[in-house]
Every structure is written in structure tokens, then in C-alpha cells.
């Protein structure tokens, strides 16, 4: 089994088989970071480079070190400015890296699309390492390999993801995945943070934290970016926090043993208050398993003559 | 030099005819008509018209001809060497240029140029406000006095209400209408896309309808209050389509255009981040193109316009937040509108009318007519030849097509500007 | 393609007493079971390090850890397959430090797996030593590697397949020869 395109640029349209394929991999990769020679020589003499157009430390350190415990060489190319300030265009810039011979480009950008758009003009495998707010996938498959990790299964549960669902590609990857792994899926956020038509994407909608929460298995919660008060999407983050922060009573009213996930970095009192951060969270175990999943990303894009 | 143009169906709403004539061009005007055969002049240059249509000459009332300022993306010479090779004898050319057509010496650069090198006539329409920025009005009337036959600041809308008014009134003195780029500003924010359940899934900043909404209800109030003659440009939406149906039978001097593009795609066409969809206002949903064809077809909507919007394929080649507006439309239109025809949505007489006497009424130019005495502007069209539209065959400079590969019935065949070939 | 059975090899009596002689010869190559330790290749040598093991300690009374080793991430020929095998647990649970290591595979080849195992075991630490133990030797070597403890010497042409089926698996236990 094999995964069908060279890329892996989004969950949506993803296979079951699939995300287990990634999964089942992860957890052979988990064991190499747990001993003392955290390497394996699978991606030997192969060049992987991170090109980031947006600031990320934990992303870009996850694919960094799951690059280095495969041996590959890794780059990392950060620029904070668009590609149209610096007057090269994304496509130049990463036509030029793949000059130097890179066998899998790993991309972030705020612009939705930009690694489809790369990936259909290059030879060389594109991870999308979050795009805009259209999709982050490696971050849905270290949530859901968190979630089979702690309950032993995805089929089933109900996750409540909870925050600004709009601007969330973490949110929409995780409704792919979650979906086709068989999850029951709540979102819930104001209604200034619910896209259009979200629904049909197979996630129940709420506006009430309380009811969303209600008997959930796993809440996820999203971070809120601040600045979005100054376009209206919230009023404040005293609001915001009473609305929609995940606090112990809240949390309370979800399963006994509910996993509570966040994707970093937290706004702590904000969407999640410290005593749930640090209590029964799994966000540290979320990035431990990010660095298993990326390295099974990688290996499993890496085999295999391009094009099979 | 006379031009004797046989066999074939001339329609001419205009005059309200639908038959097979011959129709004889002298010096440049439309000199007379006859049965078939019954004309036989000297030494007139025949044009074997027989299995094709004759009909008014198109006027396309939204072209960017991009001259001056971006004559890499297109000029005079080529975009009316594409209206041509699309049928139309006759542009429109839109005011946001580099510098803005906001003065007499844009305007007659503009006409001098045609008058050089253009291969159809060419209609400047002014600026509303200098540089179109919105802040104080054009010299309207020197654009008009050199020859601007309408204004708009499209491209950007006039989102100040007070200004909108005082074009309005202004343009009362000239009686020429205003063209309003109907987009909410605040509205429409950082969208790339219509705003629904494609951008959703994509991930892009939405443009909602609302925000094309809005502003066509407040021109059409504006209108209405001030009296002034109102065109609203790009319709793309199905409320829009509400408003001004409802505006016209309220009998406010309101007029309309859509483009192919809302009538033949749905934003189903983003997907893939595909920037040749990319336009403003954007491609809508089924249920708008749906209310789009229903305007069409009871003349609501009164013209087909392409808002042809030439740019380079290598600017189209980036990330889709930063791909620039717009589709090249001239030598697509008479295909996809043949098309409406073939679908029912409108008769042929009506896809004739929208592309050439109702621009030229909207506009009030002695256009769109095969009148005996008017200048000889006439588009012979093919109604069977089957084609598929191959960008890299256009005349325009520009490539920037969302048809291509499209398989369309119908294509002018010869266009006659003044009586040249 | 479908593969058919040319040979038989040695059945489930002859697995059983091949495994008792090496048991044997492992204990008396190395003095007793003093620091051995078992690692078997995923998945025919996991099975037959566990039954070593049984038979050491039957003959000697000790019992010696036994390991698992897969050694996928340690391929040399990831880029040339066509899909990705997933890898198999690795579960070394003892430390590997100064064991004498008995390498356990099913059968012994081209020598590219055995390479790959001793790299993988190489990262858990640093053994005294590491011998290895084949229940089949088929020839064609591919590398300067040899097996220290041999069940049966099988000279196979290379577009011959042995296969060892072991009980673990739920079949009829026996080493065959299959050929297209």
C-alpha cells in the first residue's frame, strides 16, 4: 500500500486506508525518538527543505527534526516578507530550490493554495505545512494519531472542536480526517467565526459552548488570534474567554475522560484556562506525536518511483 | 469601394428584420437592401454571406485596452484587433489606465491612437473622479467635449455616497450615463472569491454578494432621486438582478450588463486555486447564474459586455491571493452567447440586441444598427461552425482565459468597421 | 502470479531438530548462556529467537531476553520500491550493551537484511558481540557477510523463493522451494 499522489498537501479526499497507512507508520517512528540514537538512515543522502513564508517555531522544528532522525539533509528557509516584496515570485524562488536538487520541499504560506500551486509545476514532493486557512494536514494526523493513541480508536467519538473555525486550517483538515475516520464532529465558535456553508463539511454547528461540549470525547480548541478583535470578529477577549474558553467547569461537562487538544502556542486564560492546559491536556504529547507523524510523512512520500 | 454582402439572414432588430437580404456597403455607409440577387452594382467586392447571419456590428461597452500605462498586457492595436477577430466593431474602452483617462489629454491620446492603429472604433469613457480615487470629480465635461461617451471609475467603486450624487447630477448637464462598479469596499475586504461554501473548502477570503448588493441599491436610489441616466456594470449577482428588475419597472433610467463569464461558469471553476477564474466582481454560485440568465431573458439585464481584462500569464502565475482581477473576454463572447442561444435562454434576435442596439442605446451612440445611411459596422456570423477556443490562436496579447479547451458553436466569421473588411 | 511448490525442504520435525542442534551450538560456542541475548528479524526470526530461547533454557536453565527487529527503516532500497512497506514493531526491551547477541532471520540471502540489522541494533548501543543464526542458508551473497550458525545449507537458483512457514503464523509448519 502506497499513498496516490507525490504531495501531501491537504486530508480532504484522503482514503481511510490512507491516514491509517500514515498512522500505523507513526508509531514505528514514535519508538526511534524515544531511544538514546534518535536516528534512522531511511531518508539517507535525500535533501528536505523547509520553506516557510510564515513564522512558525514548533512547526518547522517538528519537520526539522523528523527530517534529521530520517538522515536527510535539512534546510530551512524562512522569509517573513511575500514573495511579491522581495520581488521574486513564489514559483521562481521555489524553481531555484529545486535546481539545487531538494526531493521534498515543505512549504508554509499564508495564502491558501500555495502548495497545490507549487505542487502541480515541480517534480519534487510538496508537504503542505499549513496553507492560509485552507488545510494543515500533519497537524489533523498528529491530532488524530493523539486521539488513537489515548482511546485506542477515532470511530465513534465525538470531537467539539471549539474557536475561529473560519480562519482555521487546523479545523478544516481535522473535519476531513476526523470524517473519514469515522468521528462524530462538533464545531462551535461565535458566529462572526463560521464560514459559510461550513456545515456541509460534515460538522454539527453551535454557538453554545456548554451544549457543545456536552458528552464530547476529545475538545479540540483553536487559538485565538488576538488582532482579529480590531476587524470585529470579537469584542474582546474578556468575552471571548467567558464565551468560548475551555475552563475546568466547562470541561466538566464533557465525558469523564475527555482528551483536551490544542495545536499551539496557547493563549493561556484566553481559550484555555492554565488549570486545563496543564492538567489533563494532551497539547505536549500532540507535539511529541508530531515529530513521528512528519517522519512518517516523509518516508512514506520518499519510496517509490515518482508517478506510480 | 463598395461591398456586396449576398445570400445570407440579415438581423437587424433595430429596423426589425429577420430575412434573407443582400445588403450593399457604399463608401463606408449602409446604402441599400434587396432580395436576394436583385442587386447587382459594378465592381462591389462580394462577400459570399450565404448559411450565415448579418447582423449590427457588436459593440463590447466594458474594455480594458489597457493603453496607456500597461502596454504589455494589451493596446489599442491588439485589443481591437481582438474585438475584431470576436465580432465587435466597436469598444468601449475603460478610464482606468496609467495615468486615468481623468482628462482631455488621456482621452484624445487615446483616440489619436485609435485613429492610428485600431483595427475597430474605439468609445473612451472618462473618469468619474480624478485618478479615480474617489475624492473630487473629474473635469467631466472637458472628457465629455473630447469625446468620452460615458463615466465610471470601474475597477474601484465611488464608495462615497455624497460623491456618487454629485457624478450623478453632474452627468445630468451632458446627459451621459454613469457606469457604477457596484462593490461595497468594507464588504468585500480581502475577498478573492465569492464568498459561499467553495471559499469555505478553499480557504480564501470571501466577497460576498451583499457587498454588489448594497451598492446597486443605493445607485438605483441615487439615480432614481437625482434622475440621472444609470448603468450598472458586471452584474454577477441574483440580488442585483432583483433590485434592477424591480428599479426598472419603478421606471427608473436604469441600465444593465453582465458579462459571459456569470452566465457560463459558477465559482466551482476556483477550484484548484485556478487564477483564471479569478475576476471582480466574482464568479457566483448556480442558483446567481441561474438569476443572471433569467435577467438575460427578460431584459433586465439589457447588455453583454465582456469586461475584457487583459493580463500577463506570468502574473496569473502566483499564488491566487495575488493574481490581479479579470479574464480576456472579446474572443469568447459571441461563442458563449450563441450558447444562451442554443440553450433557450435567449433568442437569437435577443443575444443580438444585448451585444449591439442596447449597449449602443445605453450609451446613446448611433450604434447597433443596419439602418440605410448608418456607417457600414456590420459582423457576419456563422451560427453552425463548431471551434474550441485555443488561447495561444488570440489576437489580444493577453491569455488569460478560463475557456480554454472549450468546445463552442458559433463564431463571427467576418467584421466589417466603415465598410473595411 | 501465482507460485507453485517445487520442494520440499525440511518439515516440521526437521525445523524442530534444526533448531535443537544450533541451540546447542550456540550454547557451546559461547561457554553457556552467560549475557546472551536473542533478536529476531521480523517476522520468521522473531518466531524461531523465541523458540531458541525455549530451547536454551530447557537445555541450560537460563532464560535469555529475546528481541524484535525490524529493520524497514534501515532498507537500502526505499527510493527504487514502489510503495512503502510499514514498518513492524522494533522491541528491544534489554539493554544491548556489552550482550552477546545471537541475530535470528529465517532465511539467509543477498546479506542486505543482515546489514540492515546490524546498523539498527548498532543504534540501540554497543554489544560485546553479534553472531548470527539462519534456519535456511540460500546462497547468493551480495555482501561479505556470513551466518555462524547454519539449519540447512540450500543451494537455490536465484529465480527459485524459499519460504518458511512457521506455526506462529496459523500454517502448516514446513521450508519449502516455490517457483513461478
Redesign the interface.
Known amino acids: 500500500?502506497?499513498l496516490a499522489s507525490k504531495d501531501l498537501l491537504g486530508i480532504?479526499g484522503m482514503t481511510a486506508d490512507e491516514i491509517g497507512?500514515i498512522l500505523?507508520?507513526a508509531s514505528?517512528?514514535k519508538?526511534?525518538s524515544e531511544?538514546?540514537?534518535k536516528?534512522?538512515?531511511?531518508?539517507r543522502g535525500k535533501t528536505v527543505i523547509n520553506l516557510f513564508y510564515e513564522a512558525s517555531t514548533r512547526t518547522r522544528t517538528s519537520f526539522e527534526l523528523a527530517g534529521k532522525r530520517?538522515s536527510a539533509d535539512v534546510l530551512n528557509i524562512a522569509t517573513s516578507t511575500?514573495?511579491?516584496a522581495k520581488g521574486e515570485?513564489?514559483?521562481d524562488t521555489a524553481r531555484n530550490i529545486e535546481a539545487m536538487k531538494c526531493d521534498i520541499l515543505i512549504l508554509r504560506?499564508f495564502?491558501?493554495?500555495?502548495p497545490?500551486?507549487l505542487a502541480s509545476r515541480l517534480t519534487s514532493s510538496i508537504i503542505n505545512g499549513g496553507?492560509?486557512?485552507?488545510?494543515h494536514p500533519t497537524q489533523a494526523l498528529l491530532d488524530m494519531y493523539t486521539i488513537r493513541e489515548k482511546r485506542g480508536r477515532i470511530e465513534g467519538l465525538t470531537v467539539t472542536i471549539v474557536g475561529d473555525i473560519?480562519h482555521s486550517?487546523v479545523a478544516?483538515s481535522n473535519i476531513y480526517g476526523l470524517n473519514t475516520m469515522g468521528a462524530e464532529i462538533r464545531i462551535c465558535g461565535p458566529a462572526t467565526m463560521m464560514?459559510?456553508?461550513?456545515e456541509?463539511?460534515g460538522a454539527k454547528k453551535y454557538h453554545d459552548m456548554d451544549q457543545a461540549v456536552e458528552g464530547a470525547d476529545v475538545i479540540m480548541m483553536l487559538r485565538l488570534q488576538l488582532e482579529r478583535q480590531a476587524t470585529g470578529l470579537f469584542p474582546g477577549v474578556r468575552e471571548y474567554a467567558r464565551l468560548y474558553g475551555l475552563s475546568r467547569e466547562r470541561l466538566s461537562r464533557a465525558k469523564q475522560d475527555a482528551l483536551v487538544m490544542h495545536p499551539g502556542p496557547i493563549n493561556r486564560g484566553v481559550e484555555i484556562s492554565s488549570d486545563v492546559a496543564d492538567g489533563t491536556s494532551v497539547i505536549l504529547d500532540q507535539v511529541t506525536n508530531g515529530v513521528a507523524v512528519r517522519m512518517a510523512v516523509m518516508?512514506?512520500l520518499?519510496?517509490?518511483?515518482k508517478g506510480? | 469601394m463598395n461591398i456586396l454582402i449576398q445570400n445570407g439572414r440579415v438581423v437587424d432588430p433595430a429596423n426589425a428584420i429577420d430575412e434573407a437580404l443582400d445588403l450593399l456597403v457604399s463608401d463606408g455607409t449602409i446604402a441599400r437592401f434587396g432580395k436576394a440577387g436583385t442587386i447587382k452594382p459594378a465592381g462591389a467586392q462580394v462577400v459570399d454571406a450565404k448559411g450565415k447571419v448579418v447582423v449590427p456590428g457588436l459593440l463590447d461597452m466594458h474594455v480594458h485596452l489597457r493603453e496607456p500605462g500597461s502596454e504589455y498586457k494589451e493596446t489599442i492595436s491588439t485589443g481591437t484587433a481582438a474585438a475584431k477577430a470576436g465580432g465587435f466593431t466597436s469598444v468601449c474602452s475603460m478610464p482606468n489606465t496609467n495615468p486615468v483617462n481623468d482628462s482631455r489629454s488621456v482621452t484624445e491620446f487615446i483616440l489619436s491612437q485609435a485613429q492610428r492603429e485600431a483595427v475597430a472604433r474605439v468609445f473612451p469613457i472618462g473618469a468619474i473622479t480624478k485618478g479615480s480615487r474617489g475624492a473630487e470629480l473629474a473635469e467631466i465635461g472637458e472628457l465629455y467635449d473630447a469625446g468620452c461617451v460615458a463615466i465610471t471609475d470601474d475597477g474601484k467603486p465611488v464608495m462615497n455616497g455624497a460623491m456618487m450624487r454629485r457624478a450623478m447630477e453632474y452627468a445630468t448637464i451632458f446627459d451621459i450615463p454613469v457606469i457604477s462598479h457596484c462593490e461595497d469596499m468594507s464588504l468585500a475586504g480581502k475577498g478573492v472569491m465569492n464568498e459561499g461554501f467553495v471559499s469555505t473548502e478553499l480557504g480564501l477570503n470571501g466577497i460576498p454578494g451583499a457587498a454588489e448588493e448594497v451598492m446597486v441599491a443605493r445607485d438605483v436610489a441615487l439615480a432614481e432621486f437625482v434622475g440621472c441616466r444609470l448603468h450598472i456594470a458586471h452584474v454577477s449577482s441574483a440580488g442585483s438582478v432583483r433590485v434592477i428588475r424591480e428599479a426598472k419597472q419603478r421606471g427608473i433610467k436604469v441600465t444593465a450588463e453582465t458579462c459571459p463569464h456569470y452566465f457560463s461558469l459558477t465559482e466551482e471553476a476556483v477550484r484548484g486555486y485556478n487564477t483564471l477564474a479569478k475576476m471582480n466582481p466574482p464568479l457566483r454560485t448556480a442558483e446567481d447564474r441561474g438569476a443572471i440568465r433569467d435577467g438575460l431573458r427578460d431584459g433586465t439585464l439589457d447588455v453583454i459586455a465582456t469586461d475584457h481584462a487583459p493580463h500577463g500569464m506570468d502574473e496569473k502565475s502566483v499564488e491566487f491571493d495575488y493574481a490581479p482581477f479579470g479574464i480576456v473576454g472579446l474572443e469568447t463572447a459571441v461563442g458563449l452567447t450563441l450558447k444562451l442561444v442554443n440553450e433557450g435562454v435567449l433568442t437569437f434576435e435577443g443575444a443580438v440586441r444585448a451585444l449591439s442596439l442596447n449597449p449602443a442605446k445605453a450609451l446613446t451612440i448611433n450604434k447597433g444598427t443596419l439602418s440605410v445611411g448608418a456607417d457600414a459596422d456590420i459582423t457576419i456570423i456563422d451560427l453552425d461552425q463548431e471551434w474550441v477556443v485555443d488561447a495561444s490562436q488570440f489576437k489580444s496579447k493577453s491569455r488569460n482565459t478560463p475557456f480554454g479547451g472549450w468546445k463552442l458553436k458559433g463564431r463571427a466569421m467576418e467584421t466589417i468597421v466603415g465598410g473595411v473588411l | 502470479m501465482s507460485m507453485k511448490e517445487k520442494a520440499l525442504i525440511l518439515d516440521k520435525a526437521g525445523i524442530d531438530r534444526a533448531l535443537t542442534r544450533i541451540a546447542h551450538e550456540i550454547l557451546e560456542k559461547n561457554k553457556g548462556a552467560k549475557d546472551l541475548a536473542l533478536i529476531g528479524i521480523q517476522r520468521g526470526g522473531v518466531h524461531l529467537a523465541n523458540r531458541l530461547a525455549d530451547k536454551i533454557k530447557g537445555i541450560e536453565g537460563v532464560t535469555a531476553p529475546v528481541g524484535s527487529l525490524d529493520i524497514t527503516m534501515y532498507r537500502d532500497d526505499l527510493a527504487t520500491r514502489t510503495s512503502q512497506p510499514v514498518p513492524k514493531t522494533t522491541e528491544i526491551t534489554f539493554d544491548v550493551q556489552g550482550k552477546e547477541i545471537i541475530l535470528v532471520d529465517d532465511v539467509f540471502f543477498t546479506g542486505r537484511t543482515i546489514r540492515a540489522a546490524l546498523n539498527s541494533i548498532m543504534d540501540y548501543g554497543r554489544p560485546q558481540r553479534i553472531q548470527l543464526a539462519v534456519l535456511v542458508d540460500r546462497g547468493h551473497r551480495e555482501l561479505p557477510i556470513r551466518a555462524d550458525f547454519i539449519g540447512k545449507n540450500l543451494p537455490t537458483s536465484s529465480q527459485e523463493q524459499v519460504e518458511v512457514m512457521l506455526a506462529e503464523d496459523g500454517v502448516d509448519e514446513k521450508v519449502v522451494i516455490v517457483e513461478e
Open positions: 500500500m502506497a480532504q497507512l500505523d507508520t514505528s517512528f519508538d526511534v531511544r538514546d540514537i536516528k534512522v538512515p531511511s531518508l530520517l511575500s514573495s511579491v515570485t513564489l514559483l504560506h495564502c491558501s493554495g500555495a497545490e500551486f496553507d492560509g486557512f485552507h488545510e473560519a486550517r478544516r464560514p459559510r456553508d461550513i456541509r463539511l518516508f512514506l520518499s519510496g517509490g518511483a506510480d
